[in-house]
T-cell receptor
Framework: KAGVTQTPRYLIKTRGQQVTLSCSPISGHRSVSWYQQTPGQGLQFLFEYFSETQRNKGNFPGRFSGRQFSNSRSEMNVSTLELGDSALYLC?????????????FGPGTRLLVL | EDKVVQSPLSLVVHEGDTVTLNCSYEVTNFRSLLWYKQEKKAPTFLFMLTSSGIEKKSGRLSSILDKKELFSILNITATQTGDSAVYLCAPSGAGSYQLTFGKGTKLSVIP
């Protein structure tokens, strides 16, 4: 089975711009979660989608948003980029079956905001 | 607020040594605890623990959970340079659909 894929892998943007990142989960996985990883804060949860519905959201400003499509692919959007948004953005997929909470991570998108 | 503390934050050992990594947690409605290994890329899954006292093993790695004392340990025996990585623990709570990650333990294995 193919793993979680994320595009693009690297991105450079300037302050004030917006960015859209894409994630394709493992086939059959209906839950997609997004995380931000920075050296200072570590891995922090952004939000989780299941069957096109956001079920949970972390403590991030409204500039961070996401969505999920009927084929379980997900996108996250960051508007009005700030320097502090520079990070590795990871998505993870799972079956979300009770007892099978394991999340499998994609390679990440490294975003640099100048 | 959910809380995860890993210790030590970093560790340098020689090949062949045995290491123990610690993870203590406070999570509402705890359901499971996962361990991941992260090299210079995405975290890769190691173990999922749900029951106290049952050791999970995979080769030289093993892990156990204590739900009464709210901690887990990850043991690596006969360490190799390929074990050098950041090890992350992440408990999840029932119905939260999220993992709360600790800051990780950076393990460096020198020849």
């Amino acid at each position: 089975k193919a793993g979680v894929t994320q595009t693009p892998r690297y991105l450079i943007k300037t302050r004030g711009q917006q960015v859209t990142l894409s994630c394709s989960p493992i086939s059959g996985h209906r839950s997609v979660s997004w995380y931000q990883q920075t050296p200072g804060q570590g891995l922090q949860f952004l939000f989780e989608y299941f069957s096109e519905t956001q079920r949970n959201k972390g403590n991030f400003p409204g500039r961070f948003s996401g969505r999920q499509f009927s084929n379980s692919r997900s996108e996250m959007n960051v508007s009005t980029l700030e320097l502090g948004d520079s990070a590795l953005y990871l998505c993870a997929s799972s079956t979300s079956t009770p007892g099978e909470e394991t999340q499998y991570f994609g390679p990440g998108t490294r975003l640099l905001v100048l | 607020e959910d809380k995860v503390v890993q210790s030590p934050l970093s560790l340098v050992v020689h090949e062949g040594d045995t290491v123990t990594l610690n993870c203590s947690y406070e999570v509402t409605n705890f359901r499971s605890l996962l361990w991941y290994k992260q090299e210079k890329k995405a975290p890769t899954f190691l173990f999922m623990l749900t029951s106290s006292g049952i050791e999970k093993k995979s080769g030289r790695l093993s892990s156990i959970l204590d739900k009464k004392e709210l901690f887990s340990i990850l043991n690596i025996t006969a360490t190799q340079t390929g074990d050098s990585a950041v090890y992350l623990c992440a408990p999840s709570g029932a119905g939260s659909y999220q993992l709360t990650f600790g800051k990780g333990t950076k393990l460096s294995v020198i020849p």
